[in-house]
């Protein structure tokens, strides 16, 4: 059974940094892609990152340079480290297996001015 399970969201004010996390389970992370998606409130969820069996890595316009797409095989995790925080990352952002088509519950993150 495939589940993915975020954590690491929160309050952070501009500027700062946050590393979310996503646990797999039922799934070898290092044999399929995954992805980082975010929806804010009002608006369509949106691709933010993506990470390949092969290591190859592909960011959202709005995030390259910002943000870092990474996986540990051995603690089947994928992990999406932010910096340099905007008020127009707030949303929340979820863990993504195209394989499986399955999503996991997301992660609240918030960025105050």
């Known amino acids: 059974q495939v589940q993915l399970m975020e954590s690491g969201g929160g309050l952070v004010q501009v500027g700062g940094s946050l590393r979310l996390s996503c646990a797999a389970s039922?799934?070898?992370?290092?044999?399929?892609?995954i992805a980082w998606y975010r929806q804010a409130p009002g608006k369509e969820r949106a691709v933010v990152a993506t990470?390949?069996?092969?290591?190859?890595?592909n960011y959202a316009e709005s995030v390259k340079d910002r943000f870092t797409i990474s996986r540990d095989n051995a603690k089947s995790t994928v992990y999406l480290q932010m910096n340099s925080l905007k008020p127009e990352d707030t949303a929340v952002y979820y863990c993504?297996?195209?394989?499986?088509?399955?999503w996991g519950q997301g992660t609240q993150v918030t960025v105050s001015s």
């Open positions: 993504y297996s195209p394989r499986y088509n399955y």
């Open positions: 039922g799934i070898t992370v290092s044999f399929y892609s």
């Open positions: 990470i390949t069996s092969g290591g190859s890595t």
